[in-house]
T-cell receptor
């Protein structure tokens, strides 16, 4: 299949370890953020989201942290599995607009 | 499958030809978005519709690009006189205006290669 993001930053982790993927966003007026997972040859898949009035949100095995002071977003994946291998993108929604602005992706590689 | 669908999945064309892609959103979603993604980059916004109205167009959308959503359901994206720089993955997403958040669901994309 086709590779998404041939020259992206890469995070390599061992199966079972926790992963932390970071993202810096650009606009202080952004009020909503989403993490997407993109596997080779596929469209982005929604993982978890967070509004700007929160600083933490948890899902199943995933946690998103938001630090508005430094405009930083992180995605934590617990007990990383081989199926988590993909490119991960953060996206921001600027207040009162309807488009998403995507950050530079991070490739996650999970080794057995 | 009730997700966003796109056709074709792959398109190879010669420079100068016209191409048209189709997107079928999730049926109850009234918003539809087009994005373009090149290798190594995140998706870039092109345009979006609320029902049949095209509400915003990016500066990336040159006059060779046109998008329609005539009945507020499926949408088409046409590229006229294709150039090699148009080679990319074209992604469609949909969402519902009634949602509290702008959670967009993406289709599998159409991979365009211009020779």
């Amino acid at each position: 299949g086709e590779s998404v993001g041939l020259h992206l930053p890469t995070l390599s982790v061992q199966e079972g370890d926790n992963s932390i993927i970071n993202c810096a966003y650009s606009n202080s007026a952004s009020d909503y953020f989403i993490w997407y997972k993109q596997e080779s040859g596929k469209g982005p898949q929604f993982i978890i989201d967070i509004r700007s009035n929160m600083d933490k949100r948890q899902g199943q095995r995933v946690t998103v942290l938001l630090n508005k002071t430094v405009k930083h977003l992180s995605l934590q994946i617990a007990a990383t599995q081989p199926g988590d291998s993909a490119v991960y993108f953060c996206a921001e929604n600027i207040y009162n607009t309807d488009k998403l602005i995507f950050g530079t992706g991070t490739r996650l590689q999970v080794f057995p | 499958d009730t997700g966003v669908s796109q056709n074709p999945r792959h398109k190879i064309t010669k420079r100068g030809q016209n191409v048209t892609f189709r997107c079928d959103p999730i049926s109850e979603h009234n918003r539809l978005y087009w994005y373009r993604q090149t290798l190594g980059q995140g998706p870039e916004f092109l345009t979006y519709f609320q029902n049949e109205a095209q509400l915003e167009k990016s500066r990336l959308l040159s006059d060779r690009f046109s998008a329609e959503r005539p009945k507020g359901s499926f949408s088409t994206l046409e590229i006229q006189r294709t150039e090699q720089g148009d080679s990319a993955m074209y992604l469609c997403a949909s969402s519902s205006k009634g949602q509290a958040n702008n959670e967009q669901f993406f289709g599998p994309g159409t991979r365009l290669t211009v020779l």
